[in-house]
């Protein structure tokens, strides 16, 4: 008996065992089913331990088993079914599988073609925190998430900010899918599967990755209003204590809300393009009259500021405090004139980003959503008719398959292992035993992306040996705080290419780079891929074995009326409803607080395309499109409580920026010398007996609680009572903050990966090539056993490689400067590497 997945799913034949529980290990079956893989999931006796309608979304497309895992008959089934099975997942604490009698160790000694996928909270060798019971909200309090988030909420003096979104399950769910999927394409090559570990811990801090670097000497040019304020009030020693409305004055116009017509908030995103800001001016109708008033474009934005010849340039980010306040007073006026589903349109038509802030009912019932597959409909055979989230990435040739999944289902072991057994199984052949090299070893991607996820994604897939090559145009798009701030995380272990395709001599260079590659990645729509001529078929034309990863804002499987809109990842916030949960109400939408939140989530959602892709084209010789959106995403970044049906409970998740958690049992406490962050259910309430100046909390009252635990976490420190919490085996974490996680993790930078170091691991780079020092996260989250992992280089000065990339594609050096004179191509876009 089979799930009925449809054959033409590039991971059709594949067997899955899930041992899964809450959201990480599930979540990586579900995209693993959702791409045509056979999945069995395990539930214990008692079913499953984190009792949800997410779990609806969360087993569509599996056959569920109930296993007990303790009894001698339910360990000896569960071996039998693994012994049929490609991939087997589980995300306990480090040992408990093996404690419970499945090793994967001895398993693939026996069967060394077998991949084995755990997601523990912590590491297995982070001595401190690896037998913590470790739920979401504790990896994120101890990772810094709650702890200054965001600009926003330090200015405020909210400090910790709760959210309920499980960034740690949703980025280790896209890392050990993509990982996973990579295992088994190796596998196709040497005939080995592998181990692998991803600790949440540090997929998270991966998550993070473009909050936690630290520039030293940062150049004031890149310093915000909000930023400049904090360092001021600090240096000064006053309060954090401005009002949601004084913190909007200090936002730059181009990249905050409007209220509009409807009373409802309007979010702008046109900070740091050449085109964007202008095109938004000009819709609003008050262009000409800021440039009669003195409004300037720079030809060159990437001199030193002290060159220019104005104090402002429209299109670099942040613009001057003055300018700033003049142009947002102006747009608050226009902004009030129409709707925002009016100014919606006007964005999107006019190719300039912006976005309606939605509630996230509202999107999951939203046209766009439904028309392009963005949110789907499953007939669950608990809730009945459900809209859950779509597909997270779809491949060209079977994306329509994805868009009708199967309701989950429980079934008995004997039709579990029929569904295993009744797949014929074709092992590729093993070339070598001992084989430890690099998932992508000999594999080139050519990069041609922009901002974060596109780049992020590419970036990601340098440390399994790819070769990368990242093409931007010789004059840049968007300005230096765009491209080189964020490019310091995503450009390492790139080579960087400047050149002009649309030029003639350009377009050659473009063709001979595609020529050369096995995988081109680009985040644009798709008239913007049309318009540039590098459509599928155009690539194709190029190379017929080239596989196109592309990457939007709000595209899904299939086109609707906003596919070809404009969009960064706070737009998405937006219009998904994360920003009117953070901040807590129409009238004060945020941004959730972290740079990049969906937008590195997007990009390795994108590198989980690849392998899933070239998989393919190893198993059947074919090369598809692949496809992900970062609204694709927003739906794993609030899978708790992204779906409806009938008689669903209210969308009342924990919102606002006053708010400390979910209940009594699950929220921040003050102690005496900072915050707690307590994380227990109702099935603990005995475990308080055991818990020194707990031990009362079992006899009060529900009401009562509350005033119980504040009273008594004040006489003893944070770490005093987390150390006191999990030896009872309660979930509880201290809120930790990035700077200190950084401080106390960071280690002169050398071949290390940082996988040997536990949780956190920081680099230290003194010689990094912009001469400034940089300490950043290390690339460590992914831990095979067999498969090679690559320390990353230093991001390099775009351009750097552009002499040395067209000699090996046969330019001479002739050649070479008669492109360099013409401004076909670049060695730079600026004299210095962080201009100042």
């Excluded at 700033?324 to 102006?330: T, V």
């Excluded at 459900?386 to 289902?409: E, F, I, K, N």
């Excluded at 295993?420 to 998932?439: H, Q, Y």
């Excluded at 001469?771 to 950043?776: E, S, W």
């Amino acid at each position: 008996m089979s799930t009925s997945i449809a054959s033409n799913l590039p991971l059709a034949g594949v067997k899955v065992m899930d041992f899964g529980q809450y959201i990480a290990g599930p979540a990586v079956a579900m995209v693993l089913a959702d791409l045509g893989a056979t999945v069995v999931h395990v539930d214990p006796p008692g079913g499953p331990m984190w009792r949800s309608p997410a779990n609806a979304t969360l087993h569509r497309n599996k056959l569920i088993v109930t296993l007990d895992l303790k009894a001698a008959e339910g360990l000896e089934q569960a071996l039998a079914l693994i012994e049929e099975c490609d991939i087997v997942i589980e995300s306990f604490r480090p040992g408990v599988m093996k404690r419970l009698g499945i090793d994967f160790d001895a398993l693939r000694l026996e069967r060394p073609e077998l991949i084995t996928l755990s997601i523990p909270g912590f590491a297995s060798n982070d001595e401190l925190r690896r037998e913590w019971r470790a739920f979401e909200s504790v990896i994120a309090a101890n990772s810094g998430v709650f702890t200054d988030m965001g600009l926003n909420r330090v200015l405020m003096g909210v400090n910790p900010s709760f959210s309920p979104l499980p960034l740690a399950s949703a980025y280790g769910t896209m890392l050990a899918a993509s990982a996973t999927v990579l295992a088994l394409q190796a596998r196709e090559r040497t005939g080995l599967g592998d181990s692998i570990e991803v600790p949440l811990a540090c997929a998270l801090m991966e998550g993070l990755c473009y909050n936690s670097i630290k520039i030293d000497d940062y150049p004031e040019r890149y310093k915000t209003q909000r930023e400049k304020d904090i360092e001021r009030r600090r240096i000064e020693g006053l309060p954090m204590n401005l009002s949601y409305d004084e913190l909007q004055e200090l936002l730059d116009p181009f990249f905050r809300n409007y209220k509009c017509k409807d009373g409802r908030m309007f979010y702008v995103v046109c900070p740091s393009h050449k085109d964007h800001a202008k095109r938004c001016l000009k819709a609003l109708g008050i262009y000409d009259e800021l440039v009669a008033e003195g409004l300037t474009e720079e030809e060159d934005t990437y001199l030193p500021t002290d060159e220019w010849q104005s104090d402002v340039s429209l299109g670099v980010y942040p613009l001057p405090k003055n300018w700033a306040d003049r142009i947002a007073e102006k747009m608050k006026a226009v902004f009030l004139t129409r709707t925002t589903k009016e100014w919606e349109k006007i964005f999107g038509r006019g190719r300039f980003p912006g976005a309606p802030q939605r509630w996230l009912q509202e999107w999951i019932h939203d046209d766009h959503a439904e028309v392009t597959g963005l949110m789907i409909e499953v007939n669950d055979p608990e809730f009945g008719l459900m809209t859950q989230p779509g597909p997270l990435v779809w491949l060209s040739g079977s994306a329509d398959s994805m868009l009708s999944p199967q309701p989950r289902r429980w079934v008995g072991y004997g039709q579990a292992l029929a569904a295993f057994t009744a797949m014929e199984t074709k092992l590729p052949r093993v070339r070598s035993r001992n084989a430890r090299d690099g998932w992508l070893e000999g594999v080139r991607i050519l990069d041609l992306c922009n901002v974060i996820a596109g780049p992020h994604s590419v970036g990601y897939l340098a440390r399994f040996g790819a070769d990368i090559i990242k093409l931007d145009p010789s004059r840049p798009f968007y300005d230096c705080w765009n491209t080189i701030i964020y490019g310091l995380s995503h450009m390492r272990s790139k080579r960087s290419v400047l050149t002009d395709i649309s030029q003639p001599e350009g377009r050659a260079i473009l063709e001979k780079l595609v020529a050369s590659s096995d995988v081109v990645v680009w985040n644009a729509t798709d008239q913007q891929v049309a318009r540039m001529g590098l459509t599928e078929a155009d690539l194709k034309a190029m190379n017929p074995n080239i596989i196109f990863c592309q990457l939007d804002c709000f595209s899904g499987v299939r086109p609707g009326p906003r596919s070809q809109y404009l969009g960064y990842d706070d737009l998405v916030q937006a219009t998904t409803g994360v920003m009117l949960r953070f901040g807590g109400g129409m009238d004060t939408p945020e941004e959730h607080a972290h740079v990049g939140t969906i937008d590195v989530m997007c990009g390795f959602a994108a590198s989980l395309g690849i392998a899933v892709a070239l998989y393919q084209q190893l198993k059947r010789g074919k090369a598809e499109r692949v496809k992900t959106s970062l609204a694709a995403l927003s739906g794993l970044a609030q899978i708790p409580f992204c779906y409806d049906f009938e008689r669903r409970d209210l969308f009342d998740e924990p919102s606002g920026p006053m708010v400390t958690g979910y209940d009594d049992l699950s929220r921040f406490y003050m102690t005496a010398d900072g915050f707690v962050l307590l994380s227990a259910y109702e099935s603990d309430l005995p475990k308080f007996a055991l818990v020194e100046g707990l031990e009362g909390l079992v006899e009060r009252p529900v009401e009562g609680r509350a005033e119980f635990l504040a009273t008594a976490f004040m006489n003893a420190s944070a770490e005093d009572w987390v150390t006191r919490l999990q030896a009872a085996d309660i979930a509880s974490a201290t809120c930790q903050n990035l700077d200190a996680l950084r401080a106390y993790n960071a280690y002169e930078a050398d071949d290390s990966t940082g996988t040997e170091r536990g949780s956190y691991s920081f680099s230290v780079y003194r010689d990094h090539p912009s001469g400034h020092t940089i300490t950043q996260l290390d690339p460590y989250a992914i831990r095979p056993m067999r498969g090679k992992i690559y320390p990353l280089t230093p991001a390099e000065q775009y351009g750097t490689s552009t002499c040395a990339v067209l000699s090996e594609l046969g330019y001479d050096q002739a050649g070479i400067e008669a492109l360099l004179d013409q401004g076909v191509i670049a060695t730079a876009w600026s004299r210095h590497y962080l201009p100042t």
